[in-house]
């Protein structure tokens, strides 16, 4: 009876009554079967109407609130609600789920849809950002993911007329989305006049670009694009939740019941209104309609399905009913018949029959129904109330009978007594009362007592007593029917219950889990007969225990389904069936009981079941074993599931302590201390001594070639085992913890410890990494493995949830992830024979997994009565692929069939930690140390192999086994040998007679302190806390000899001679050993804590220094055994000791960081200053503080330590070991902080200790935790390593340019736009309030009758050169026509040749696209901001393809095609700030982008599906460019501010190697310094150059500087470019002291000879910043902005483009009788254009910047005002400007000038808040006029009335003053004013502009504006980079406009032509003049 096991009866699912309805939507379809689907709570269901009967999709854990169906009509998407919910789309017709999408969305997904060809699903979540997110719902990718919108998003959907578009709707929005990449673009819906702006709840569409939408107020509106085009009004009464598509057309549903049936063209066809049908309610509301074919199916709110025949359409089918909102409580089932009651707080109560499972009957009551109860004779039914009162109802018909109230809160729980004469009725006041049903329902007693409400009542038998639950977890018995509390034990004991319904008392215990709450399980009910407890909870799960479940833990199998809390349990009258009810999904669950897993004839459909990962299932571990007894448990076993690899610090931390620095250094200010040199020797790792066995299984493998491979520390070691050599992977960072080989044997897969750890995919022979996978797992990959085809890879997580993760290796992308298990997993393994099958192994479980599309689905292996569950340690696959063999903690070999254990057999004496499969047959191995090889069946052992010593091959004295037996972790068969690995880090090869070879050794677990080299000879001893000291042989690499000690070891020193050795042990003991035979010698022991160091005196070594962590060093003489001196005073632990040569001076550090000095042998305290220190001669130097190795701590070196240090035997060069496994060199002495120095990886975390051998030809290093002992060979010059910056990073970049300075020193952030360009105060004029000056522009201005003058002068245009009249143009319209401009001032190579010859380049936010037969430009316009950086896509597969980066907050980059300027790709998401760089790879297909943010970010990206592949974002310094290698799809080279970097795509990593000087290119590489690299070119095998800072080309081969190219330019070298065609290489510059201007150099592949081209005196000071080459001819760039061509045969120079250079363009000004403008720049220039031929026709620089211009009325003098307050009139000559007259009155700029109509006087607008006039007529010299005074601050603009009398002054503060001219006399009466007609109008103030003022301004200003000559119309530029147009005037605030966009920051000027055909704008940053074609 005690038994605690699950026992053996099953339930299954066989009905849900109901359809959710609420707060649903679109969630009821025909299949392609003509079957139904929807769902209720957490159910997929299919529904077959005609054999009425339900198929059941239980893949969600929570409810299901969206569905959507693929166009196929077989699959469906369905979303969930839930913290981290999830997306599945499955089959109808195998309720398999086909693929899992997580991570997308918070809380719920609201909405699901596919797009037309069913590849794509779009889904929207319920978080307050809206996610939508698109997703290859099949790889379970996401594509784009974006905010949807602020305000809850109802639906969202594909068009499927139009490829990547969707649409998204809510409250008060519609969105229209082009999918673009991995972007989302949206564009709002413009709602405009014919609807109103309302909540749109649904969507459907049509062809043509129609959108169909349902609104909140019954209207369905119609879009064409993503404009409001027509309304159909009143389509329903009230809201329109579903519109259905359909071939026939569209059926849509509204709130008001109504159904409407429209055609394609939206005519309506029918009204089907089912409130008035017979099954119709008033109130019923539509929720989902779907259309086929003459049967439309129709979804309710009140969870109603009804099914429409067309013909037939007054009579609609009733197929499903359920319970409406409101939780489900009540349930009862009738005590003879297959029939049950239930209540819900919908007020209504229902009658089911269980076999027809259909509403038999329903009834409305007054208040919402908490309990029920079916008399005994089936005659009543007792109803309990939320407000305490409960019903009568008669069974037959439902009818009402009596209503009792005696409480005031809820019934929640009423029973009728077996003899049928009593009921028990509990409230939540705590009572219970007792009625007499023969009484007609007297009451007849009280049960009084409990302390909380009533929860649950049972009856005994004899109807005598009650027992009561209460909420409160009290357990009462009361007599009947009096009502008193028995508290007699015996009588307790002695009742018999008739029914057991209670969750408290002792045959229930073992329902409750440890610390659960008394109302977690909130009903149970108990089948006696069958001994069996079903349970609901608050966790939606259905449970079935054995009854009585009397102890704690008890096992169960558990059911999902519900997806909230499980109201109410109970067993049918027969107990073969169980109905259970849920709360907040108000759904009613039938349930089919198989008593002792009997199945019925039905049950073959179970199979479909057993697929779902929630069908059958448990909570706890050992439920589904029917045995109960667990073996011992296994202490190497429970060790190792406890390790969890967590660390204090990860090496990772190293870069985050390194970022901290330089940024506190960047707070503080630089440090001028010059830093130490880094040595010029370098070392190799050469060799490693051990193998990671104690806690790694399956992890030593074969070769193709017969090599070995394993790992140790963060090494993955390739063995040679014919000359006993190794190669090393170093590209981990941590431990590594699991290996696997690829199928092909030639490439491995390690997985590492580390905080987000990596796994990395190499290549055994050249040990060059494949792939890099990271970002999915947390502390450690403790599992990995290679599906049978080698295209996937699995990988198991040591975080809480052991997640696996499934990965497309090559391309670093996650494919499908999955929580493991609770408890960690120790294995995985792919099914051989299917690719998307694996199967988890661990502590105490068996997992089978499949992988579908993002997630997988999960079956726990069923033990049955066959075996014991156990620890799980290992696993295998059998011959077929339902076949698989698990080795257990136990000893056994689990045989599985499908996920069912059908044998166990006895395998080892002990765990079976590795098993094999073989061509014939299965090896295994276990800690016994035996190796068995059994049988094809695995039934029957063959043969066993003791690993033992006596085995050991002979002949060979390097062959120690250091146990006999050793537990056998790793076990392979190859080469016809078996390979092992063991607990004891041992590799051994054995051969078929069972002959063992050792390959290679070493320390055991536990951390390796203690290492000690020979003073004569290459031999190193080690000694660890694996308790053993060992001899290594570094010559031979082998182990020479071992010797077990008592006690762990922590360290070790050899005597001078070289004959003993000293052991410091942890218990405070040391012992001197004989160096040969390892034998006792002399032992002491006078300390109780650890000796850290040991170590002889030099000479004779007559004494022996031992430092303790009891803080003393003991002196002790070694020839009379004798303690001789005690060195005390240190306040910590000793760390270090070390002897002078003399031996008479020992020097001490300490933990506290104390550096002492003590003389021997007494001991006596010195003091020793730093001066004396540096001239003493130390026997050895292993001391890591003072002044001689300050430099050697690292950055916040009070977290981490600098562990050991060892200086060679010359003293030059000082190797450290740290904390964070980087060993060390440094030149000695190391003075000053931080110094340079080389670093070496491989150990994984602290490195313990360093020692040089004799002769510093090796260097040998100790791991901690990692056990390795690792040899490195001293390389001398030729050995550099991969250090960090140390070797490059230099303070002094050996020279100074300021082009390059300036470039480095850009603000960006200052630079994105919608930012002020002025500093300006007041109020702005849509803010200010109405009618602020008083003007009625709507009253006639003069008298009735008679017009008011005009307020600004039309303008005929110019005659035609035939002298006939022009037409006037009314600008209604404009289009981008050509762009004056080129951004060379901060770029570089953005200046390319297209296929055709054509040229493409980049200005402000526009790519340009020039035509170079005739001069004509187009434009790609969907930046919106400056572009930084351009590259044209080199794959012929790809031509025409551009990628452009631009600024921003939202940085991205933007692929297009240069003839249609279609936007193919759009990337973003990573980048902040800005992109400065992008470049394609050679296939085309990749894009690689530079940040500039503050971690400077490099990424990859798959242009074509907005991908991005990897990313990296941990450089220091600003990256200024970089380029894919043009041969290579996975390699590239970045350079910048003191850098150059060689990377590598790997998978889903960017792995970086910094350029390295080696000794081939100088005799002293320190001479070199790393300077700013600007540049870079491609030569054939591997061959890079770098264009320096100094006008040198370094040539790099690999990562290794091979030579320089000196002085290839006397000034930087900005661009190189390489010819792919021919391979050679253009160069160019800043050539300072050039004589024919600057040069091009054109160079041979090698970059040896060049010949180089001048671009003349013209362009004698240009700064060239792109070349590029195309058939014959050069392409130039210059910083400047001109863009020229030059012929490579004779170098003629035609200039193509010309432009500002940079600085702000403010000055703009139109010729009055010509298409001219002229310009004025902060580049100090003045240019002028001729607008019809778009060229530049002089350009004249003035000495100081420029801030405005204007023409005089005739046109041939031009008024330049600057920025020091200085004006020039300036006349154009033939080929110049002529400066007649300049004046210079103010002393701030000058912001705007006008010329008075008449031409006599010049008004000037300056910073000083003054506009002076100036005489400008006959014969006049400049003479100042007047000025105005009062202005309140800043002119911007002036305007002239046509008399010339009145001048009006627009300033900073938003005020616009009338003045006379040129009196300077303040105009302030209003009528005056308003009779003023104005000659010009450029104001952006007054109230007839005040509706060109945006609504978003706040931050921003609109900065200038010009009305045409026609008066019609008004164009205004503003700090939004747009150019608008309106009508004038323009009185209404927010005006209607259009909007043109191309400038990408702040538009400062606009001025039509003289015939309004052009507008011209000026940029501001953007230094660009536009130029629109008027329409």
Not at 348 to 356: A, I
Not at 625 to 647: F, G, L, P, W
Not at 906 to 920: S, Y
Not at 1357 to 1375: E, F
């Amino acid at each position: 009876m005690a038994d605690k096991t699950a026992p053996k009866s099953q339930l299954r699912l066989e009905w849900v009554y109901g359809y959710r309805g609420h707060q649903c939507r679109n969630n009821l379809y025909y299949t392609g079967n003509k079957e139904i689907v929807y769902f209720v709570a957490g159910v997929g269901i299919v529904y077959n109407f005609k054999e009425h009967k339900q198929r059941f999709f239980l893949g969600h854990n929570d409810d299901i609130i969206s569905l959507a169906l693929h166009p196929e009509k077989r699959l469906v998407a369905s979303g969930q609600v839930g913290n981290d919910p999830y997306i599945c789309v499955w089959d109808t017709v195998t309720t398999r789920a086909i693929s899992i999408l997580k991570d997308s969305n918070k809380r719920g997904i609201a909405g699901v849809a596919f797009n037309g060809n069913g590849s794509l699903l779009v889904s929207v979540g319920l978080e307050d950002t809206h996610q939508i997110v698109v997703w290859d719902w099949a790889k379970g990718k996401i594509l784009a993911s974006i905010p949807g919108h602020s305000e809850r998003v109802f639906d969202v959907q594909f068009n499927p007329f139009v490829n990547n578009q969707l649409v998204s709707c809510g409250v008060k929005h519609i969105n229209f989305w082009s999918l673009c990449g991995n972007s989302l673009m949206a564009k709002k819906g413009i709602f405009g006049k014919i609807g109103e702006i309302q909540t749109v709840l649904c969507l459907a569409f049509a062809p043509d670009g129609i959108t169909y939408s349902g609104t909140l107020s019954g209207d369905i509106y119609k879009w064409q694009e993503h404009e409001l085009v027509h309304n159909y009004q009143n389509a329903h009464r009230s809201a329109i939740f579903t519109i259905y598509q359909c071939n026939d057309g569209y059926a849509s549903g509204s709130r008001d019941g109504i159904v409407r049936l429209w055609d394609p063209d939206f005519k309506s066809i029918a009204k089907l209104d089912l409130t008035q049908t017979s099954n119709g309610y008033p109130d019923l509301s539509i929720r989902s309609v779907c259309w086929h074919g003459d049967k439309i199916l129709v979804g309710t709110r009140d969870s109603e399905i009804f099914e429409i025949v067309v013909r037939d359409r007054d009579k609609p089918k009733l197929l499903m009913q359920g319970h409406a909102e409101g939780e489900l409580w009540a349930l009862a089932v009738h005590p003879k018949k297959s029939f049950f009651v239930t209540g819900s707080d919908d007020c209504t109560v229902r009658l089911w029959s269980l076999n027809d499972n259909q509403l038999l009957a329903k009834v409305a009551v007054p208040q919402p129904v908490r309990s029920a109860a079916i008399s005994t004779d089936a005659t009543h039914i007792a109803v309990g109330l939320q407000d305490g009162s409960f019903l009568i109802l008669k069974a037959r018909d439902l009818s009402e009978i009596l209503a009792v109230k005696d409480r005031k809160e809820a019934i929640h729980e009423i029973k009728y007594s077996p003899c049928g004469t009593l009921l028990a009725v509990g409230s939540n006041d705590g009572i219970v009362d007792i009625y007499a049903v023969s009484q007609r329902y007297k009451h007849a007693g009280q049960c009084s007592g409990s302390t909380s409400f009533i929860t649950h009542v049972d009856w005994s038998e004899d109807s005598k007593h009650i027992q009561v639950n209460s909420g409160v977890g009290e357990r009462l018995f009361f007599r009947m029917p009096t009502g008193k509390q028995v508290t007699s034990k015996e009588e307790m004991e002695a009742i018999h219950w008739v029914s057991w319904t209670s969750t408290l008392g002792p045959e229930v215990n073992g329902i409750w889990a440890k610390y659960s709450d008394t109302n977690d399980i909130n009903a149970v009910d108990t089948s006696y007969t069958n001994q069996v407890l079903v349970s609901g909870d608050d966790y939606g799960l259905v449970k079935l225990y054995r009854f009585p479940c009397v102890k704690k833990g008890a096992k169960f199998k558990k059911y999902v389904g519900h997806s909230a809390h499980v109201t109410n349990v109970r067993f049918s009258h027969d107990k073969s069936h169980v109905i259970t009810v849920g709360g907040a999904d108000h759904a009613i669950f039938q349930w089919r009981f198989l008593p002792d897993g009997a199945a019925t004839p039905r049950d073959q459909d179970d199979d479909i079941y057993d697929h779902q990962s929630g069908f059958v299932d448990s909570d706890s571990e050992e439920s589904d074993s029917d045995i109960s007894d667990v073996d011992a448990m296994d202490s190497d076993v429970e060790v190792e599931k406890q390790q969890t690899y967590e660390r204090t610090f990860y090496r990772e931390d190293a870069i985050a302590l390194k970022r901290q620095h330089r940024q506190e250094k960047n707070v503080h200010g630089k440090n001028t201390d010059k830093r130490a040199v880094a040595p010029t020797f370098g070392l190799d790792l050469h060799y490693s001594f051990g193998y990671r066995g104690y806690d790694c299984h399956n992890n030593v493998f074969y070769t193709s070639k017969g090599e070995v491979v394993y790992h140790i520390a963060a090494l993955g070691v390739v063995y040679n085992r014919d000359d006993n050599t190794q190669r090393f992977y170093q590209g981990h960072t941590d431990d590594i913890l699991s290996l696997c080989m690829h199928p092909t044997k030639d490439i491995a897969v390690t997985g590492q410890v580390g905080r987000d750890p990596t796994i990395h995919i190499w290549d055994a022979a050249s040990c060059q990494v494949l792939s890099v996978l990271k970002g999915q797992h947390a502390r450690g990959v403790c599992a990995v493995d290679f599906s049978d085809d080698g295209k996937k890879l699995a990988s198991v997580g040591l975080d809480d949830n052991h997640t696996i993760v499934v990965w497309d290796w090559k391309k670093g992308e996650k494919i499908a992830t999955s929580r493991g298990h609770k408890d960690k997993i120790f294995g995985i393994k792919w099914n051989p024979h299917s690719h998307d099958q694996v199967v988890t192994v661990g502590v105490k479980h068996i997992k089978f997994w499949t992988q579908t599309g993002g997630g997988f689905t999960s079956k726990r292996g069923t033990f049955g009565q066959v075996g014991k569950l156990d620890t799980m340690l290992c696993i295998t696959y059998g011959k077929t692929a339902d076949t698989c063999f698990s080795g257990a903690a136990n000893g056994k070999i689990y045989h599985w069939q499908g996920t069912s254990l059908v044998q166990t057999v006895k395998g080892h004496e002990g765990p079976v930690l590795a098993m094999c499969t073989l061509e014939k047959g299965f090896i295994t191995g276990g800690k016994d140390g035996v190796v068995a090889l059994w049988d094809d069946a695995f039934k029957k052992c063959i043969k066993n192999y003791k690993v033992t010593r006596s085995a050991l091959a002979q002949g060979n004295y390097t062959s120690l086994l250091f146990d006999d037996q050793p537990p056998i972790r790793s076990i392979v068969l190859g080469h016809s040998k078996i390979l092992l690995g063991t607990k004891c880090s041992e590799v051994l090869e054995m051969d078929k007679g069972g002959t063992i070879k050792v390959l290679v050794q070493g320390h055991c677990e536990g951390e390796l302190w203690g290492l000690a080299t020979h003073p004569s000879e290459y031999i190193c001893c080690t000694v660890g806390d694996d308790r053993s000291v060992r001899i290594w042989d570094l010559t031979n690499r082998r182990l020479k000899n071992f010797r077990k000690l008592k006690k762990p070891g922590r360290c070790a020193s050899y005597s001078p001679d070289g004959r003993a050795i000293a052991i410091g042990f942890k218990d405070g003991s040391c012992c001197v050993l004989d160096a040969s035979s390892l034998d006792d010698m002399v032992e002491f022991h006078h300390r109780k804590e650890e000796i850290s160091d040991i170590r002889f005196s030099p000479g004779q070594g007559k004494y022996l220094a031992v430092g303790s962590h009891d803080n003393f060093v003991d002196i002790y003489n070694v020839l009379n055994s004798k303690r001789v001196g005690i060195c005390k005073g240190a306040s910590s632990y000793i760390t270090h000791v070390d002897w002078d040569k003399r031996g008479k001076l020992l020097h001490v550090n300490t933990g506290a960081k104390e550096e002492l000095f003590f003389e021997a042998p007494r001991g006596h305290r010195q003091t020793i200053r730093s001066a004396e220190l540096e001239k003493m001669d130390w026997n050895n130097w292993t001391c890591v503080l003072g002044s001689l190795c300050e430099g050697i701590w690292p950055h916040k070196s009070d977290v981490t330590d600098v562990n050991a240090s060892h200086m060679t035997s010359k003293g030059k060069i000082l190797a450290t070991g740290d904390d964070f496994g980087f060993v060390k060199l440094f030149s000695f002495p190391v003075k000053g902080k931080f110094a340079k120095f080389k670093k070496y990886v491989g150990h994984s975390a602290h490195v313990t200790n360093v020692r040089w051998t004799h002769d510093n030809k090796y260097l040998i290093s100790t791991g901690g935790a990692d056990t390795s002992v690792m040899v490195w060979a001293n390389k001398g010059r030729t050995g550099y390593g991969e250090s960090d910056d140390s070797d490059t990073d230099s303070e002094e970049e050996g020279g100074y340019d300021s082009d390059v300075q300036r470039e480095k020193n850009i603000d960006y952030d200052s630079k994105t736009y919608a930012n002020s360009i002025r500093r300006t105060e007041g109020t702005k004029p849509h803010m200010k309030a109405d009618n602020q000056e008083g003007i009625d522009l709507n009253r006639p201005q003069v008298s009735r009758g008679v017009a008011g003058p005009p307020k600004v002068q039309k303008r005929d245009p110019p005659q035609l050169a035939s002298g006939k009249k022009r037409k006037p143009l009314y600008v209604q319209d404009m289009r981008l026509d050509h762009i004056f401009g080129y951004r060379g001032f901060d770029t570089r190579n953005n200046l390319h040749y297209l296929p055709n010859g054509n040229i493409v380049y980049h200005a402000a936010g526009a790519g340009i696209v020039r035509d170079m037969a005739n001069g004509t430009q187009s434009f790609y316009l969907e930046h919106t901001d400056d572009i930084l950086c351009l590259s044209v896509n080199q794959n012929p597969k790809f031509e025409n393809i551009i990628v452009t980066g631009q600024l921003g907050k939202a940085a991205m980059a933007h692929v297009w095609h240069a003839t249609s300027k279609e936007t193919l790709s759009i990337l973003r998401g990573f980048h902040k700030g800005g992109v400065c760089a992008v470049n394609f790879s050679s296939s085309g297909k990749l894009v690689l982008t530079v940040g500039i943010d503050d971690n400077h970010s490099v990424a990859v990206w798959q242009w074509q599906d907005g991908t991005r592949i990897a990313t990296s974002h941990d450089h220091n310094e600003r990256i200024l460019y970089a380029q894919f290698r043009p041969d290579s799809n996975a390699h590239f080279v970045t350079v910048g501010v003191k850098h150059v970097k060689f990377w590598t795509v790997a998978g889903g990593a960017l792995l970086g190697k910094r350029g390295v000087f080696s000794q081939a290119v100088s005799e002293d590489p320190s001479s070199l310094k790393m300077q700013t690299m600007l540049s870079i070119a491609f030569a054939p095998n591997n061959v890079t150059y770098t264009g320096a800072m100094s006008g040198n080309v370094y040539v790099w081969s690999g990562n290794q500087l091979a030579r320089v190219v000196s002085k290839a330019h006397t000034g930087p070298v900005f661009t190189l470019y390489t010819t792919q065609k021919d391979g050679l290489i253009l160069s160019a510059g800043k050539d300072k002291f050039a004589k024919e201007g600057a040069n091009v150099k054109l160079w041979d592949i090698e970059m040896k000879r060049c010949k180089t081209y001048g671009l003349g005196k013209e362009f004698s000071r240009s700064i060239i910043r792109a070349v590029n080459r195309h058939k014959g001819k050069l392409l130039i760039g210059t910083q400047e902005g001109d863009i020229l061509e030059m012929a490579e045969k004779g170098g003629v120079v035609q200039i193509v483009a010309q432009s500002h250079a940079e600085g702000e363009i403010w000055g703009l000004a139109t010729h009055p009788q010509l298409s001219f403008c002229v310009s004025a720049s902060e580049d100090q220039t003045v240019c002028l254009w001729d607008i019809s031929k778009q060229i530049l026709i002089m350009k004249v620089s003035v000495g100081q910047p420029a801030r405005s211009a204007c023409f005089n009325p005739s046109g041939d003098i031009i008024a330049v005002g600057l920025k020091n307050g200085e004006f020039l009139l300036l006349k154009p000559t033939q080929d110049s400007f002529k400066i007649i007259g300049r004046k210079r009155d103010r002393h701030k700029s000058i912001n705007d000038l006008k010329f008075s109509p008449d031409g006599r006087c010049l008004a000037i607008g300056s910073d000083d808040n003054c506009v002076d006039f100036y005489d400008t007529g006959p014969g006049s010299s400049l003479a100042r006029l007047g000025y105005c005074k009062g202005i309140p601050n800043f002119v911007t603009q002036l305007d002239w009335s046509i008399d010339n009398k009145y001048i009006q002054i627009s300033t900073g503060s938003y005020e616009r003053l009338i003045f006379s001219a040129p009196s300077g006399i303040q105009i302030t009466d209003k009528k005056k004013i308003n009779s003023i007609t104005w000659d010009t109008w450029t104001s952006v103030l007054g109230d007839e502009v005040v509706g060109v003022w945006p609504r978003n301004a706040d931050n921003a200003d609109v900065n200038c504006a010009c009305v045409t000559n026609t008066c019609e119309a008004i164009a205004t530029g503003d700090d939004f980079g747009l150019v608008k147009l309106f009508k004038f005037p323009s009185t209404e605030k927010h005006a209607k406009f259009k909007s043109f966009v191309g400038h990408s920051a702040h538009v400062t000027n606009v001025k039509f032509t003289c015939d309004d055909r052009y507008l011209i704008s000026a940029g501001g940053d953007d230094c660009c003049i536009f130029v629109w074609k008027c329409q």
